[in-house]
């Protein structure tokens, strides 16, 4: 077996899931934003 060497693993796969969940995060903190505007303004 080799030795693990820093920086030669291939991490694109990671690399897309961390953006996928990145990007879920934002529209569904922008959801919940409007979620919360329009409940304020169909209160008032």
Known sequence: MTEPTPGK???S?????F???????????ILVICILIFMALVNA
């Open 13 to 17: 796969v990671q690399e897309k899931t």
């Open 19 to 29: 953006d996928g969940f990145i990007r879920m995060v934002t529209r569904g903190a």
């Open 9 to 11: 693993m291939d991490i």
